[in-house]
């Protein structure tokens, strides 16, 4: 969809990570994405641009397929893998001979991102691409669900292979009190952390109500706010009419190297999301970093926890449930687990190395 850098996000983040570990495991691979002149220098040269995605979405589609034809004539692909509807469907008849293997990372006509088109058209482009799929990789068993009910895709066809990530980056050899004062952070207050894009889906409303009822019983909360995004004028202003302008601080954009510093500073990591949730990249950020992360039932939010500890599971999404959960889980009424038992946990089951193998074992399953 896009380049990681210019447009972070959870599919781009996979795509980018992807492009990093395949050649370890023998696979070489050719990018395309929507973005800027940078990109193929930033990934030198192996990934291509069609343009930013400002640009007018014909002239993208265009780009596109003239990417496609002149790789496809310079080089001898095993392999076509999507990752996103929209830039596959223009070059379908072009790479038709190859295997296709898409990487299903939410329905994009569901979710209602902004792509210039109607939600009518995003799910129409969706089932046209899926219908030529020879394998699909979900997040989730909850994705697998939605792919299979909603577009119509064999479920024999589907593979579940979760989100991965670069351990060593977000483990932390510092304690917490150490984290806190390389932030600046108080030491004397219970701190919640949530690293969102501010968008309605993410739950962040439900959060800020939440936070006026757990205040009442713990006045001395803070809760950090992480992300940009159309919701941060609302929010603001939501915080002050609640009188939360002393528990709640809205912290914008933090760079990717100070993330795992601020996860290892907090007690807790909050994921509120009330809708289309396919697996939650932050999760496994935070547990990384050694912090644990309570979660809502949604999507593929409870597969990523469940086995660490149950408990991190809410019962459901809303403000009521997110309050009763940080107290108990902030008061000790929810034993939560060390440190050391998150960072193993993610280190057994979603380093990338490891993830990366389980997608290369899908590619060479869809040539035979």
């Known amino acids: 969809m896009g380049w990681f850098s210019e447009d972070p996000g959870g599919l781009n983040r996979v795509y980018y990570n992807l492009l ?120 989730s068993c909850a994705f697998r669900d939605v792919l299979h009910r909603d577009y119509g895709v064999p479920i024999e066809r589907i593979r579940v292979i979760p989100g991965g990530i670069d351990v060593n980056q977000f483990a932390c050899d510092f304690t917490r009190r150490e984290a806190r004062e390389r932030l600046g952070w108080p030491h004397d207050r219970p701190i919640l952390l949530t690293v969102r894009r501010l968008v309605r889906r993410m739950g962040l409303d439900d959060l800020t109500v939440a936070m006026k009822e757990v205040c009442k019983r713990l006045p001395e909360v803070l809760l950090l706010v992480v992300g940009e995004g159309p919701l941060a004028e609302e929010l603001a202003a939501r915080v002050q009419s609640l009188g939360l302008k002393n528990n709640v601080r809205l912290l ?44 809502t039932p949604v999507g593929g939010l409870p597969e990523v926890v469940r086995d660490l500890s149950p408990g991190l599971v809410l019962p459901a999404a809303g403000a009521n449930s997110l309050s009763e959960g940080i107290v108990m889980a902030l008061t000790g009424g929810l034993v939560l687990p060390s440190t050391e038992a998150c960072q193993t946990y993610v280190q057994e089951r979603y380093d990338w190395p490891m993830i990366t193998a389980r997608v290369r074992d899908v590619y060479l399953e869809a040539l035979r």
């Open 20 to 139: 990093q570990h395949l050649p370890q495991f023998g696979i070489e691979a050719q990018g395309l994405v929507a973005g800027t002149s940078r990109v193929p220098c930033e990934s030198n040269g192996q990934v291509e641009t069609i343009g930013p995605a400002s640009d007018p979405l014909l002239l993208r589609w265009w780009r596109a397929r003239r990417a496609v034809r002149g790789a496809l004539a310079r080089n001898q692909f095993s392999l076509v893998v999507s990752h996103f509807a929209l830039y596959t469907f223009p070059v379908l008849d072009l790479i038709r001979p190859h295997p296709l293997v898409i990487h299903f990372q939410g329905p994009w006509a569901l979710e209602g991102m902004r792509r210039g088109l109607s939600t009518k058209a995003k799910g129409t482009i969706e089932r046209v691409v899926y219908r030529c799929g020879t394998r699909f990789i979900v997040l």
């Open 252 to 295: 914008g954009f933090v760079p990717d190297q100070d993330l795992p510093t601020a996860y290892r500073a907090a007690d807790l990591t909050i994921v509120p999301s009330e809708a289309f949730e396919g697996f939650g990249l932050v999760v496994l950020e935070s547990l990384a970093a050694g912090t644990p992360a309570l979660v």
